[in-house]
């Protein structure tokens, strides 16, 4: 059988005086990006077509909706956020939650006037789920 002092003289000793503290080398992954290093990108893949308006736009307003998500997109996430406003799911915003779970961290995108263009976040994907040319009553409460 082994001598025990012969193993733990192989274990080695932490490169600093404090037990228990795991070093900055082990710890650091520098493969991981910060979130300003991230840009947005757009996806259309839960976009609600019950909800979308987009038919309703004229040229002047599909103008104005287009050169907003311009101005929004390839920006930074912590820049990117800046432009969304969150929604709940309560009253008429439900139906932009067709199909998703109630959970989902909604928002809108305010572009000119009453246009909206609404989605989530998946890690740096903005979902687009609908672009509307007129408000939700949120005070209304569907069952």
Do not use: W
């Amino acid at each position: 059988m082994p001598n025990s002092s012969i193993i733990l003289q192989a274990i080695p000793e932490p490169q600093h005086n404090e037990l228990g503290v795991i070093p900055d080398a082990v710890t650091t992954n520098e493969r991981i990006k910060e979130d300003a290093d991230f840009i947005v990108n757009f996806s259309f893949k839960d976009y609600n077509s019950g909800e979308c308006q987009v038919s309703k736009l004229s040229d002047k307003t599909a103008k104005q909706v287009m050169t907003k998500l311009k101005d929004v997109s390839g920006k930074p996430l912590p820049k990117f956020k800046e432009h969304l406003e969150p929604i709940e799911y309560k009253g008429e915003y439900k139906k932009i939650f067709h199909g998703l779970s109630p959970d989902v961290e909604m928002y809108e995108i305010k572009c000119s006037g009453d246009k909206r263009v609404f989605g989530h976040l998946t890690s740096y994907i903005f979902n687009i789920t609908a672009v509307r040319t007129s408000h939700y009553e949120i005070a209304k409460v569907r069952r």
